[in-house]
């Protein structure tokens, strides 16, 4: 059983540009949320995908959007970066239903 | 709204005590419980969760109990070791929703 992979690891960028992180789901799974960590704090809340929809959002501006694919693997894309936005990106999968979420090991952004 | 608690850290405790890391949380109906561990450099790791009032959720030693009276989670384990030096993140869910809420964290160092 293949367990959920993220890429890049790392990245680093300059205000103003944008980037988009991915996601491979765990096998088996339908659904994909995303949390952004800050430093010293607990995993937020962005979005979360089943479908190919967007299932739900948190407090984020609309500059943060997501994609599903069929597959299930999805993308997190930031535009206009601002420093603040420097945090460890997570990914979840899920399956649709089921209360238990199982994460990456997560996208490094630092944002200069 | 809804939101988790957790005692700040840093614990810092010897190799063979024990280990309590308190939780508590706010929620207006009955979430499914959380212990997340994350390693140094790390993603989210699922340590135990349990989904209604008095259920023990158990792996590799540690436990937590969800009490519905205190509504409380709190994290024990008997004898800890170096390597379950981590940081330790309480979280739930609502049946009706689609996010996990985090607590902010409680960083455990174990010395030899």
């Known amino acids: 059983e293949t367990g959920v992979t993220q890429s890049p690891t790392h990245l680093i960028k300059t205000r103003g540009q944008q980037v988009t992180l991915r996601c491979s789901s765990q096998?088996?799974?339908?659904?994909v949320s995303w949390y952004q960590q800050a430093l010293g704090q607990g995993p937020q809340f962005i979005f979360q995908?089943?479908?190919?929809?967007?299932?739900g959002r948190g407090n984020f501006p609309p500059r943060f959007s997501g994609l599903q694919f069929p597959n299930y693997s999805s993308e997190l894309n930031v535009n206009a970066l601002e420093l603040d936005d420097s945090a460890l990106y997570l990914c979840?999968?899920?399956?649709?239903?089921?209360?238990?979420?199982?994460f990456g090991p997560g996208t490094r952004l630092t944002v200069l | 709204g809804n939101s988790v608690t957790q005692m700040e850290g840093p614990v810092t405790l010897s190799e063979e005590a024990f280990l309590t890391i308190n939780c508590t949380y706010t929620?207006?109906?009955?979430?499914?419980l959380f212990w997340y561990v994350q390693y140094p450099g790390e993603g989210l790791q699922l340590l135990l969760k349990?989904?209604?009032?008095?259920d023990k959720g158990s792996n590799k030693g540690f436990e937590a109990t969800y009490r519905k009276e205190t509504t409380s989670f709190h994290l024990e384990k008997g004898s800890v070791q170096v390597s379950d030096s981590a940081v330790y993140f309480c979280?739930?869910?609502?049946?009706?929703?689609?996010?996990?809420?985090f607590g902010s964290g409680t960083r455990l160092l174990v010395r030899p």
């Open positions: 979840a999968s899920s399956s649709s239903g089921a209360d238990t979420q199982y």
């Open positions: 096998s088996g799974h339908n659904t």
């Open positions: 995908y089943y479908r190919e929809e967007e299932n």
């Open positions: 929620a207006t109906g009955y979430p499914s």
């Open positions: 349990a989904t209604k009032a008095d």
């Open positions: 979280a739930l869910i609502m049946d009706s929703s689609y996010k996990l809420i």
